[in-house]
């Protein structure tokens, strides 16, 4: 493998299966890409193979979507060991996971889901992101969840509760503007207050990607364009907090690459001219 880049900036987009052909031929110029971590835990094949030949020209982040990181089962050393070794072999600029959980007693839900934001819960996840960050060797990004339900034992608002993750494990925050923006109108918060409480220094990417808006709540379906309130609520992220690297996600009808790359064509104007876009 040649000399590897290993910083992010600008606006990447998620690499996805229907993609990865196009990406290897044409090597699009976009600045970084971001996987799914899980889809890579194998020792040989096709998918790691050609993620091993972009990475020697793309900048790469490595996003879990399986830790269960606010799980109450133990954290699974397998799945962390097959992250490590993953890790070894990419060299990543960022690892993120979900501030969530999704799993209990053994079972796997194929769910990214809310926590109750509480002062146990908090104490839980800390100490979980602080044992994951030990195992790894290194800082992770912990990413705030879409949700469509609140608990009502819930004692702390959202935006408290991740700002708060991050400054007692020392990680950093995936600030996802798409699923502020959805939790915002779900659950009839101040999105601008949720980002005005976010710790500056903790932000190390943001997300953006589109929703479903056509039942009782918005759905977070990443299987749309990224909505006009949310490039406006992007607008403001990025006048709050610099140039942040930002991600394009798309994970359900999953179109054509050049849609992709006309998203993070959008997200880098934006990038490129904070100031202007910042009353
Ligand atoms: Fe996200």
Not at 20 to 40: G, K, T
Not at 110 to 124: F, G, K, Q, R, V
Not at 217 to 230: E, K, R, S, W
Request: some cysteine; charged content about 20%.
């Amino acid at each position: 493998m040649k000399n590897l880049s290993t910083a992010l900036a600008g606006a990447g987009i998620g690499l996805r299966a229907p993609h990865v052909r196009q990406v290897l031929s044409e090597r699009p110029a976009v600045p970084w890409l971001e996987v799914h971590s899980e889809n890579y835990y194998v020792d040989g094949g096709p998918a790691l193979a050609a993620l091993l030949r972009l990475r020697t020209d793309y900048p790469l982040s490595l996003h879990g979507v399986g830790m269960s990181l606010g799980g109450a089962d133990p954290l699974d050393r397998a799945h962390l060991s097959k992250l490590a070794r993953l890790i070894e072999r990419t060299e990543p600029a960022l690892v993120s996971e979900h501030l969530c959980w999704s799993g209990i007693g053994g079972r796997h839900l194929n769910d990214l889901l809310p926590l109750p934001y509480t002062d146990e819960a908090l104490a839980h996840v800390a100490s979980r992101v602080a044992e994951v960050q030990d195992f790894l060797g290194r800082e992770i990004l912990v990413e705030n969840v879409s949700s469509y339900l609140a608990f009502a034992d819930a004692t702390i608002p959202e935006w408290e509760f991740v700002a708060a993750v991050a400054r007692r494990t020392g990680c950093k925050l995936l600030c996802d503007v798409n699923n502020i923006y959805v939790n915002a109108m779900n659950h009839g918060f101040d999105a601008d207050a949720y980002l005005a409480a976010l710790p500056r220094d903790a932000i190390a990417e943001i997300h953006l990607a589109g929703f479903d808006a056509s039942g009782p709540c918005l759905i977070d379906t990443h299987g749309a364009p990224v909505a006009p309130d949310v490039w406006a609520l992007y607008r403001r992220a990025i006048a709050r907090f610099g140039p942040v690297p930002t991600l394009i996600e798309w994970d359900t009808d999953i179109p054509p690459l050049a849609t992709l790359l006309a998203e993070a064509a959008t997200a880098q104007s934006i990038l490129e001219t904070p100031d202007a876009l910042a009353a």
